[in-house]
Every structure is written in structure tokens, then in C-alpha cells.
């Protein structure tokens, strides 16, 4: 079976902190893929990052890093020098591949506050 | 370049009655999916629309269902309404060949 756990249900820090989202995935496929959403208060998912299985390389987009280790079925998320307009709730999503593209299936969340 | 939209935004509706929700893809994108997303949880996977054809469903019962239209556009069509059934309720769409889906900005349903 399928599963995404996000352990951290909130995570509150003072603004410039770096801080880690943790997920870890459970999955018998051998491809897959694996993203971040983020949802702000308005309630619109934000696509951040899709990774294949394939790929393992780390991913760094600006202040956002991604951090993807198979042998531990993990898919870290980190925002260094956090700001106020990170506070949102952050999803990690799998999709696993073939036939069609897959449904996304999701963690729970963790909810990130920037606090000023 | 218009993103996903989703229309109404807010809907109250009372138990056993039925509601329509409408969907229109970002453009350039074929394929539709919805999501149940409760307060607190994730979204979950209802189904996906594909060339007008439901392709994928999640473990949803049979109250809940759907179309696609020639121009991609998609409702959800949820009948005979529990209170469980209160919920933001978000569209995605994505390309044939990619996997990253765009999010609407939902509609948010109460039944009372």
C-alpha cells in the first residue's frame, strides 16, 4: 500500500530560521514520483517540486531545498532564512507511475508559522 | 495564462440534497482529477477525467461522480448529501504526458 507520513504536525519558528519539513513514503513500486505542495491560508494548493525515482540528485530553487534519500524513503523539505510568507501548510504528495498518471496521494501536513 | 478555476466558491446545502461543482482546467491541460480535502487532512483522491472518460477512482462511494466535457472542463456531482460530506472539495489538471497537477482554489461545501 501506498502511505505518505508527515510526523510534524506543526512547526512554529522566528523568522530567518532555516527549518526542515520531514516525509517519509511508503510505496512497493519501483518508479514513482514524489512532490511538495504548499497551501496558504487561501486555500489553493501550490505545486513546489515533482522528483522521480530516479533521480536523487538534491534540488536547491532559492531559498528551498530538497533533499531525496531512497535508502531511507525520505523527501525533506527546507526553507532556509525563513520568512513570514512561508507560513502556510506544506504537503508531501506520491504518485506512482504507470497505466495513467496516477492519483496523488498525500501526507497530512505539517503547518509551518513564521512568526516577525 | 488563466490557472485552474472552480466555481461557486462557497455552497451550503442541506442533508439528502445534491450538488454540482464545476471545474475549468488551466490551459493547455486535458486531464482533470478532484480531491476531498477535510478540515486538517490532506486531500484525498476522488477521481480522474481523461478524454471525457472517468480513468482513475479512489474509494469514493457511488454518490460521487463526474463528467468531462469536450473542451475539458469537468463537474463534480455529489448526491443524496451527509454531513459527512462537508469538505473543501479542490479540481487539479495536468497534461497527458506530466504528473505535476495545478490546483483550483476550491469550493468549500457544508451540509447542514
Known amino acids: 500500500a501506498q502511505k505518505v507520513t508527515q510526523a510534524q504536525t506543526e512547526i512554529s519558528v522566528v523568522e530567518k530560521e532555516d527549518v526542515t519539513l520531514d516525509c517519509v513514503y511508503e510505496t512497493r513500486d519501483t518508479t514513482y514520483y514524489l512532490f511538495w505542495y504548499k497551501q496558504p491560508p487561501s486555500g489553493e494548493l501550490v505545486f513546489l517540486i515533482r522528483r522521480n525515482s530516479f533521480d536523487e540528485q538534491n534540488e536547491i530553487s532559492g531559498r528551498y531545498s530538497w533533499n531525496f534519500q531512497k535508502s531511507t524513503s525520505s523527501f525533506n523539505f527546507t526553507i532556509t532564512a525563513s520568512q513570514v510568507v512561508d507560513s502556510a501548510v506544506y504537503f508531501c504528495?506520491?504518485?506512482?507511475?504507470?497505466?495513467?498518471?496516477?492519483?496523488?496521494?498525500f501526507g497530512k501536513g505539517t503547518k509551518l508559522s513564521v512568526k516577525p | 495564462d488563466a490557472g485552474v478555476t472552480q466555481s461557486p466558491t462557497h455552497l451550503i446545502k442541506t442533508r439528502g440534497q445534491q450538488v454540482t461543482l464545476r471545474c475549468s482546467p488551466k490551459s493547455g491541460h486535458d486531464t482533470v482529477s478532484w480531491y476531498q480535502q477535510a478540515l486538517g487532512q490532506g486531500p484525498q483522491f476522488i477521481f480522474q477525467y481523461y478524454e471525457e472518460e472517468e480513468r482513475q477512482r479512489g474509494n469514493f462511494p457511488d454518490r460521487f461522480s463526474g463528467h468531462q466535457f469536450p473542451n475539458y472542463s469537468s463537474e463534480l456531482n455529489v448526491n443524496a448529501l451527509l454531513l459527512g460530506d462537508s469538505a473543501l472539495y479542490l479540481c487539479?489538471?495536468?497534461?497527458?504526458?506530466?504528473?505535476?497537477?495545478?490546483f483550483g482554489p476550491g469550493t468549500r461545501l457544508t451540509v447542514t
Open positions: 487539479a489538471s495536468s497534461r497527458t504526458s506530466r504528473y505535476e497537477q495545478y
Open positions: 504528495a506520491l504518485s506512482e507511475v504507470g497505466g495513467s498518471q496516477g492519483n496523488l496521494i
